[in-house]
T-cell receptor, first 113, second 107 residues
Framework: EPEVTQTPSHQVTQMGQEVILRCVPI?????FYWYRQILGQKVEFLVS????????KSEIFDDQFSVERPDGSNFTLKIRSTKLEDSAMYFC???????????FGPGTRLTVL | RKEVEQDPGPFNVPEGATVAFNCTYS??????FFWYRQDCRKEPKLLMS???SGNEDGRFTAQLNRASQYISLLIRDSKLSDSATYLC????????FGKGTHLIIQP
């Protein structure tokens, strides 16, 4: 069964450094999402992406964040200058064009020191 | 972005019992609703979509009440493997999730 994959599974970085989190959505899906979950808290929506542009973003997704689909398979989330409070699990999700269900990847655990 | 509210539990339920969760939402523009299951430190896994007409999948039944803005999940004949956190989510595009309801099935 096709699934969303994410790399790396765990990223440790120093405060102020840039990180890029990578996702490979399910191959025939057209809508892509990033969510985050701070330890012990709820899953929070960050951004949705369709047709090579952002379609919706939350107030969390400020100028420090950007997304890109650099080729036909990868979908990336960049955090330009990480803060301690960016430490969280980051989940990528995707969905097909004619279905509403979103499927999540296994997540990248980001630790900012 | 409006909120989704869930009782965090934990719900401690004996194996074989029936358990029900509710979830309320405040954004009446939300078009789609889902129940996801999340195991500790894992990703949310889609359990089922929620429709006004009701949706049943084996031991699981989900229902959406748009007039009262709540979503329900019923689990019949609960198994030890049903122990998890159940997330209610809804939205038109990006999903808003509740904090989740923690279910513990006891032998």
């Amino acid at each position: 069964e096709p699934e969303v994959t994410q790399t790396p599974s765990h990223q440790v970085t120093q405060m102020g450094q840039e990180v890029i989190l990578r996702c490979v959505p399910i191959s025939n899906h057209l809508y892509f999402y990033w969510y985050r979950q701070i330890l012990g808290q709820k899953v929070e929506f960050l951004v949705s992406f369709y047709n090579n542009e952002i379609s919706e973003k939350s107030e969390i997704f400020d100028d420090q964040f950007s997304v890109e689909r650099p080729d036909g398979s990868n979908f990336t989330l960049k955090i330009r200058s990480t803060k301690l409070e960016d430490s969280a699990m980051y989940f990528c999700a995707s969905r097909a064009d004619n279905y509403n269900e979103q499927f999540f990847g296994p997540g990248t655990r980001l630790t900012v020191l | 972005r409006k909120e989704v509210e869930q009782d965090p539990g934990p719900f401690n339920v004996p194996e074989g019992a029936t358990v029900a969760f509710n979830c309320t939402y405040s954004n009446s523009a939300s078009q789609s609703f889902f129940w996801y299951r999340q195991d500790c430190r894992k990703e949310p896994k889609l359990l089922m979509s929620v429709y006004s007409s009701g949706n049943e999948d084996g031991r699981f039944t989900a229902q959406l009440n748009r007039a009262s803005q709540y979503i329900s999940l019923l689990i019949r004949d609960s198994k030890l493997s049903d122990s998890a956190t159940y997330l209610c989510g809804g939205g038109a595009d990006g999903l808003t999730f509740g904090k989740g309801t923690h279910l513990i099935i006891q032998p």
